[in-house]
Nanobody, 122 residues
Framework: QVQLVESGGGLVQAGGSLRLSCVVS???????????FGWYRQSPGKQRELVAT???????NYADSVKGRFTISRDNAKNTVYLQMTSLKPGDTAVYYC?????????????WGQGTQVTVSS
């Protein structure tokens, strides 16, 4: 089992920055089995959407809406995944969730954190 705990959310004015952190814990074998991490977000009345992912080899992918403003990174020594968010907009307001993915026998398994609220005021 893997546990994910997010932090770093809060209230910020438009144009500001925040850095979200996701601490990954669990057995060494479970953590080593993870193929990639991601950040997702969900705002009221909307479906959860992908924000950014990072996979083995530090391959990253971003939603078009955040490209050039958000950066996902991982620190393996600290078992932590980050989401650096800059030039924040009111439309970025949402609960942000950390995600870990691993594949076994062609089946995908997902772990989720509890979420952290990000509110951007205009």
């Amino acid at each position: 089992q893997v546990q994910l705990v997010e932090s770093g959310g809060g209230l910020v004015q438009a144009g500001g920055s925040l850095r979200l952190s996701c601490v990954v814990s669990g057995s060494a074998s479970s953590i080593n089995s993870i193929n990639g991490f991601g950040w997702y977000r969900q705002s009221p009345g909307k479906q959860r959407e992908l924000v950014a992912t990072v996979y083995s080899g530090d391959t990253t992918n971003y939603a078009d809406s955040v490209k050039g403003r958000f950066t996902i990174s991982r620190d393996n020594a600290k078992n932590t995944v980050y989401l650096q968010m800059t030039s924040l907009k009111p439309g970025d307001t949402a609960v942000y969730y950390c995600n870990a993915v691993f594949w076994s026998l062609s089946k995908r398994f997902d772990y989720w954190g509890q979420g952290t609220q990000v509110t951007v005021s205009s």
